[in-house]
């Protein structure tokens, strides 16, 4: 004799699946590599811990959207940079890369910012950098702002 499910058990098997799914993508999906730092690089130099050793980011000058932005970032000989791209937080517009003058030490970094109507933009900085000798993976975040005149 078979024995057949009821719509209540299928339900309740769908729904614990859809649980466990959700689960796992809440507990694996957008975290961060490693560790994740937050700074507020608006009008000075950020530094954010990479174990015993630090990164610093400062603008060269004040940031301005539709502006050519230079940045200056300072790490630990036995790191390098793999990424780095910037992203509005108060109005996503994508992902603005930061390209490097020097592809080899990366220590000068320019990107251009978007134009936006808010009075009041806010940014994030990410660099996402790798230690060359254990691969050991790392993501900084940097938050700014600009200001319409």
């Known amino acids: ?15 614990l699946l859809c649980m466990l799914i959700f689960g796992i993508y809440l507990g694996y999906v ?32 004040t940031p301005v959207a539709e502006e050519e ?11 390098h940079i793999d990424k780095a791209w910037i992203e509005g937080i108060n109005m ?11 592809a080899n030490s990366k220590n000068r970094g320019v990107t251009f910012l978007g134009s936006c109507n808010l009075q009041e933009m806010q940014w994030r900085l990410f660099v996402e950098l790798e230690h060359i000798e254990s691969s050991e993976r790392h993501r900084a975040s940097f938050d700014f702002y600009t200001y319409l005149n």
């Open 1 to 15: 004799m078979k024995k057949s499910l009821s719509h209540w058990q299928v339900f309740t098997t769908i729904l």
């Open 30 to 61: 957008n975290t961060s590599l490693n560790n994740e730092a937050e700074c507020n690089l608006t009008n000075s130099a950020c530094n954010v811990s990479l174990g015993e050793q630090y990164l610093s980011v400062r603008f060269l000058q």
């Open 69 to 79: 932005l230079l940045l200056e970032f300072d790490m630990p000989p036995n790191y």
């Open 92 to 102: 996503y517009m994508g992902k603005t890369p930061v390209m490097f003058e020097d």
